[in-house]
């Protein structure tokens, strides 16, 4: 279940994370010249296209959502080669000649929004032809850090990553990867992360900062009706929050896991 849902303030906070990420993102995966690429959960479809254009390749992206769907479509432009087919992430709409064929299956910030991460990768890891490539990006919540310590947003934040577990989700699916990997048969070959944070003079940080106030904005139709957070609390974090992004020696640290595999 995506916990955020699909208003049109979420799809505004998801293209602006587009925007802070795709290049770091593209960076790590390095597509290879010319490949066939399968995107699952690909959203807005801004890095789908991101990772055809940069290799001369084509992509085609899965996408469960039709709002989000229909927005992907409308801001491709016509020649560029992508396709975006409405899906669900732990049943791949593949055709018979499309499974095995794939050159690189990627996902970013889906596996921590379904219940079984490892079906999806297993079936990411079929759709590829052996040797080729399995690219996971997902989030570990615990791998956040903010100096000076805001404590009262902070538990907040605790709410908030509660709030995947009360939805039979995992948090911190990010630093499991690569046993996904392994157990969908893959070899996994690579492991590290996009750091995601800044300081207060760091261009990306007020960006930085509104996404963070977005996710927990967007969760709260989850966080309040389960008691994860009081209103109160929740007011309290968030003006917390509102004073510690004006200090000038704030810090954020965060990092996103990825891992890559090869199909044996």
Partial sequence: MYIHGTSPEEQARLSRLNDLLNQSCLEAVE????????????????????????????????????????????????????????GDASNLPLSPDERGAFDLAHARFVLEHVADPQRLVHQMVQAL???GRVFLLDDDHDLLRLDPEPKKFLAVWQAYVASYTALGCDPFVGRKLPQLLHKAGALP?????????????????????????????????????????????LEEGLSEFGEWRKCNYANMVFMAPWAEGKRL
């Fill in 31 to 86: 597509p290879d010249y010319q490949s066939r690429i399968l995107d699952v959960g690909s959203g807005l479809g801004q890095f789908t296209r991101l990772l055809a254009r940069s290799c001369g390749g084509t992509a085609l992206g899965v996408e469960r959502d039709p709002e989000q769907l229909a927005t992907a479509k409308s801001l491709a432009s016509e020649g560029d080669p992508v396709e975006f087919r409405q």
């Fill in 129 to 131: 032809r052996p040797g």
């Fill in 189 to 233: 070959t690579r492991a590290s992360a996009v750091f995601f944070g800044g300081c207060k003079g760091d261009d990306s940080f007020e960006a930085l900062c509104d996404n963070m106030i977005g996710l927990i904005q967007s969760a709260l139709g989850t966080m309040l009706p389960m008691n994860l957070c009081s209103a109160t609390g």
